[in-house]
Each structure stands twice: as structure tokens, then as C-alpha cells.
């Protein structure tokens, strides 16, 4: 039997800034209909960034959604068309003042598949250069420089939670072996 389901009706309840949300009313695999509820979201970069002494560029910024600062990898979403590398350069230069000049993608993925159609890449940028710092109007952003065994070590505690930064980190701890 096939897994897949059938897309019948669908209809838009929010058209905002970044995101829409829509409601599809679709065919199960079984032939009943079922509903399904979709945030259809750009997708977005990460960028694990390690400067020559080894320590990864860390953003702490307040996220409003679960009301806290939080500690994590550069990030931002993608334009529309706009080419995932492309968008990791200009996000490590806005929100940090950082340039890199080896980049490589270390993995991609689905955020929340469950809900919505956000695809992330996770970019490793080597051989820095600082550069000027140009933040859009509506962040509010520190930057800091941290070992990447003390941001490993942060993943334990519970003081790096968000899971870019979780996937990025961990893999790229991974290949560096």
C-alpha cells in the first residue's frame, strides 16, 4: 500500500510576511479524507562558523515565540529563488560582521515536517574575516566567540536548544571527528 496522500481542496487562512498557513483537505491512503494543516515557510540557512583558534560564531538574540534570549548558529531565511549558499554568506555577514572564505554544506533538512514545508541547510564557513556588522533594523543581536567543545558542552546543560543549532554543531563535531 502507498503512503501518499492525495492533495483534494485547499484553502489559505493566513498570508503574513514570511509565512502562509493553509488547510488541505486530502485523500488517504485507505480512501478516506482527512485534513491537513500546512506552514508553507521559504526554508532557511545555518552557518556553522569556526574562526583558526576553533571557536564557532555564536548569536544570542530574544526570540518572542517562546519568550527567551537564546544562545545560537547564524541564521536566516531564504528569498525567494535565492540560492542557499548565497543566502548563509549574506546572513554570517549581517547578523555577525563575519566573512568566510570556504564554505561547504554539511547537511539539509526538514524542520518540522510534520507541519511544515521548511527545508534548513546547515553551512560550515572556515578562514574568517571580520568584516562590519549590518543587522537588519529589526534585530537585536550579540555576538560571541566560544570553543566549539564549550558549545558542545552547552548542548548538554541545555544552554544551546534550538534545533539549527543543535543539527549544525553536532554534525560538523561529527566530521571533525
Known sequence: MSLKEKRLASEYVFRGKILRV???TVLLPDGRTGSREVVEYAGAVAVVALDALGRVVL???YRYPVGE???EIPAGKLEAGEDPLACAR???LEETGFAARDWRLVCSYYSTPGFTSERMY???ATELKAKEVSAD???FIEVELVPLEEALAMISEGTIRDGKSLVGLLTVA???G
Open 22 to 24: 493553509r488547510v488541505d
Open 59 to 61: 548569536v544570542r538574540q
Open 69 to 71: 534570549e537564546l544562545l
Open 90 to 92: 549574506r546572513e554570517l
Open 122 to 124: 546547515v553551512f560550515l
Open 137 to 139: 533594523a529589526d534585530e
Open 174 to 176: 561529527r566530521e571533525m
